[in-house]
């Protein structure tokens, strides 16, 4: 009796699974076909969204606005070298930030070059006007530009921290040290010699 | 006074400008100051300290950007980051 019932059931499984199985193929391919369709329209959407003459023209209006805010001398620095030096203020011995274009601010100690690690910090900004949260690269530099110069205790307070190396390599990072040493060697001497050439009289 | 705002694709875009001598245009340098911070940004004003050194002051009332201020800048606000 039981193994007849057993039979059975198998039986109408079998059935019910083969009267089911084209429709269940229809399912599955309308939803294959629109997750294609939309994943699709998506990349359509973005190639269309991502304009380079627009985000040149934005980056060059960035970098302006960027130079009116900050000393000649770290305008020359961003230029130069591709990222600003902000002195810290909150402890007593010297300490300084590394900031680069949407990348982790570096903290380091200026006399020994030691790397003290990384705040990670963003200003996504939610309206995203052409799909994107990204300010251009001078904007993010001169937002944490000014939140630092502002409040660097809440700015430091809003990121999150990681060892040194975490996303700006440790080789780049010291490599970029170098440069900056260098750079503000080279800037004072060509200060210090300035005034002498302005007042030399040329040789005959 | 003008007030400026960083955004993704513009660089910086001109909100408001006006003088804040003249009840007209305070008001609306007023009104889009307290649109830009209900948004979510943060406001700040490029200064220099008497020794010429160049910082910004973050400021979250009108009444506090200074009489002398020429602009202010909005930008989004911070977020910790991956």
């Given at each position: 009796m039981v193994l007849a019932l057993g039979t059975a059931a198998l039986m109408l499984m079998m059935l019910l699974s083969m009267l089911a199985l084209p429709h269940l193929k229809r399912v599955l391919d309308l939803a294959l076909r629109r997750l294609s369709e939309r994943a699709q329209h998506k990349r359509l959407t973005l190639v269309e969204e991502y304009d380079p003459g627009r985000e040149l023209r934005a980056e060059q209006r960035a970098r302006a606005l960027l130079r009116s805010c900050v000393n000649e001398e770290d305008w020359a620095m961003y230029c130069e070298l591709g990222f600003l030096r902000v002195r810290g203020t909150l402890e007593a011995r010297a300490y300084a930030y590394l900031v680069y274009p949407h990348k982790p601010i570096l903290a380091y100690?200026?006399?020994?070059?030691?790397m003290l690690g990384e705040y990670c910090i963003e200003f996504p900004?939610?309206?995203?006007?052409?799909?994107?949260t990204r300010l251009p690269d001078s904007d993010d530099v001169l937002a944490k530009w000014m939140a630092l110069t502002a409040d660097e205790h809440a700015l430091i307070e809003q990121a999150n921290m990681h060892l040194?190396?975490?996303?700006?390599r440790v080789a780049k990072a010291k490599r970029d040290l170098v440069r900056l040493a260098c750079w503000e060697r080279e800037r004072m001497e060509s200060h210090r010699r300035a005034p002498r050439r302005a007042g030399s009289v040329p040789a005959l | 006074m003008k007030l400026l705002r960083v955004k993704p694709g513009h660089g910086e875009v001109l909100l408001a400008e006006g003088d804040v001598a003249v009840p007209e245009q305070y008001s609306e340098l007023l009104e889009t100051f307290g649109r830009e911070l209900e948004a979510g940004m943060w406001a700040a004003v490029p200064t220099s300290t008497r020794s010429g050194r160049r910082e910004a002051e973050l400021v979250r009332?009108?009444?506090?950007?200074?009489?002398?201020?020429?602009r202010v800048i909005f930008f989004p606000r911070a977020a910790g980051g991956g």
């Open positions: 100690v200026p006399s020994t070059n030691h900004d939610r309206t995203r006007p052409y799909g994107s040194a190396g975490r996303q700006i | 009332n009108f009444d506090d950007v200074p009489a002398d201020a020429e």
